[in-house]
């Protein structure tokens, strides 16, 4: 199918396959509820983005899309980031702080990654959602909010709540209209107009002009796995073109390590995902010295999703 691109607040959505119009076409109904949603998939498949396309289709789009990454914020800062705080609420709150829920005013709160999120911190959550309103630290007064609120989660929310990290009172109050964004590697006929659309943001921040793939090249794209989804290709894009003095990108122009990491399904007997996930990650950490940082970023995960798979796949 041809590929059709959606511009969205700074970047586009492409879709190309089956399986994302699907996605799309769900999301396009949730857009017209208020109902909250919750989107699931790995890091890098594009849920933000999706986010993004059911608030910009909703009656809410002229006013604030806010979001905030439940795996980034620290504990001890994230109650205030969420509800807000009165002058002298604590040491250094030296201005009132107004919170993601009131911010988001009239229009749309993404709270993305919410099962990264401590206990404690979800049943405030839990309240706020159910009562409609927010108390700021130190406040004497209760305030109302009005928000849609979009979830996101890496994880398979059943089994978080089975592991004790994940309250499924939360879950069912968030999961009203779920969402699942398939990974990369399910969206193979996509992967060609993806590229091609990376290929032409990155040479114009890189001020170059490449305007396509050798076929080498794109045969060498389609087969890769993508553990890091979306994310991933459009790092391994950014780097080709740096790398490419002429007018197109060829095998040559792809890092060794996704050389390597190519699977030929074939010629292999079946073998689990979460082994070929756990060869991978060990391959780029021992191609970045062990550096977790710049191996993340090469994965196109977070540095706090890397430390949770090292730690599942006991690499820590």
Same mark, same amino acid.
């Given at each position: ?10 970047? *586009? ?122 108390? *700021? ?35 069912? *109050? ?143």
């Amino acid at each position: 199918m041809s590929a059709t691109i959606i511009s969205l607040a700074h970047r *586009r959505l492409v879709i190309a396959d089956s399986k994302m119009c699907d996605v799309l076409h769900l999301a396009k109904r949730a857009a017209k509820t208020q109902s909250p949603v919750l989107l699931c998939g790995e890091s890098g498949s594009g849920k933000e983005l999706i986010a993004r396309y059911i608030h910009d289709e909703s009656s809410r789009k002229q006013k604030p899309f806010i979001s905030i990454n439940c795996a980034a914020v620290p504990d001890g800062l994230m109650e205030s980031e969420l509800f807000g705080h009165e002058r002298g609420a604590f040491t250094g709150a030296v201005t009132q702080h107004l919170g993601k829920f009131e911010r988001a005013s009239g229009g749309t709160l993404l709270l993305d990654e919410v099962s990264e999120m401590s206990i404690h911190l979800q049943a405030k959550l839990l309240r706020v959602l159910q009562e409609g309103e927010v108390d *700021r630290l130190g406040g004497k007064e209760t305030v109302s909010i009005n928000c849609r609120v979009i979830s996101t989660t890496n994880r398979e929310p059943k089994e978080s709540i089975a592991r004790g990290n994940f309250r499924e009172d939360l879950f069912y *109050r968030i999961n009203v209209i779920r969402i699942d964004c398939p990974p990369l590697r399910h969206r193979e006929d996509a992967i060609e107009a993806l590229a091609h659309e990376f290929l032409t943001q990155s040479s114009q921040r890189q001020d170059k002009i490449i305007n396509s793939f050798r076929a080498d090249a794109m045969t060498q794209l389609k087969k890769n796995l993508w553990p890091g989804n979306i994310r991933e290709l459009q790092n391994v894009i950014e780097r080709a073109v740096l790398l490419c003095d002429g007018n197109r990108i060829g095998s040559e122009h792809l890092e060794s390590w996704l050389k390597e990491s190519q699977i030929k399904l074939e010629h292999k007997p079946p073998v689990r995902l979460e082994d070929l996930e756990k060869s991978h990650i060990l391959e780029v950490l021992n191609q970045t010295d062990g550096n977790r940082t710049v191996a993340a970023d090469q994965l196109g995960i977070s540095g706090r999703t890397l430390r949770n798979k090292l730690k599942l796949y006991q690499l820590s």
